[in-house]
T-cell receptor, first 118, second 109 residues
Framework: EAGVAQSPRYKIIEKRQSVAFWCNPI?????LYWYQQILGQGPKLLIQ????????DSQLPKDRFSAERLKGVDSTLKIQPAKLEDSAVYLC????????????????FGEGSRLTVL | DQQVKQNSPSLSVQEGRISILNCDYT??????FLWYKKYPAEGPTFLIS?????DKNEDGRFTVFLNKSAKHLSLHIVPSQPGDSAVYFC????????FGTGTSLTVIP
């Protein structure tokens, strides 16, 4: 079974530039997540999709971050303009469903996209 | 507001001994808890989980204990192996997953 695919693996940009990350979840997984992991911290949820719809984007800095999930499959996360504090690993994860049998669906993570903002 | 805390950034254990990783949480609404393991340059991978209705779950060398009254869970690895060296994140779930800051485990051969 193919895992969660993310690209690019690494990106270096200057502040005020824009960047986009792409994620292809595991086939059949209805729920897709974008997490931000700053060095030394745990992953923090940015946005959660259930199929095409947004379930939770309360922690997404909407003045500069945007995300979409096309046709309930692939997703892109965009940052424009980038700030120094956006330097982090952006993790995409997917799960079969939001809740499976009353318990939280296990998250499957991609390898992440490491962003460095200079 | 850190709802899931791992107070030990690092832990070193001799091969064959027990590794105990700890995690505390503040939200009593959490009903599911998970441990993820992360190697460098890779995404976290699921290791073991426990529902809030249980106090112990075992899977091979890995056992997770949950103490709801203390809002504390722990991961026991026994015996520890060099391949277990990684960063371990605990996570708790209610409407979304909340992750701790991770504990870097080094198993010394």
């Amino acid at each position: 079974e193919a895992g969660v695919a993310q690209s690019p693996r690494y990106k270096i940009i200057e502040k005020r530039q824009s960047v986009a990350f792409w994620c292809n979840p595991i086939s059949g997984h209805a729920t897709l997540y974008w997490y931000q992991q700053i060095l030394g911290q745990g992953p923090k949820l940015l946005i959660q999709f259930q199929n095409n719809g947004v379930v939770d984007d309360s922690q997404l800095p909407k003045d500069r971050f945007s995300a979409e999930r096309l046709k309930g499959v692939d997703s892109t996360l965009k940052i424009q303009p980038a700030k120094l504090e956006d330097s982090a690993v952006y993790l995409c994860a997917s799960s079969l469903d939001e809740r499976v049998g009353g318990r939280a669906g296990e998250l499957f993570f991609g390898e992440g996209s490491r962003l460095t903002v200079l | 507001d850190q709802q899931v805390k791992q107070n030990s950034p690092s832990l070193s254990v001799q091969e064959g001994r027990i590794s105990i990783l700890n995690c505390d949480y503040t939200n009593s609404m959490f009903d599911y808890f998970l441990w993820y393991k992360k190697y460098p340059a890779e995404g976290p991978t699921f290791l073991i989980s426990i529902s809030s209705i249980k106090d112990k779950n075992e899977d091979g060398r890995f056992t997770v204990f949950l103490n709801k009254s203390a809002k504390h869970l722990s991961l026991h690895i026994v015996p520890s192996q060099p391949g277990d060296s990684a960063v371990y994140f605990c996570a708790a779930s209610f409407n979304q997953f909340y992750f701790g800051t991770g504990t870097s485990l080094t198993v010394i051969p």
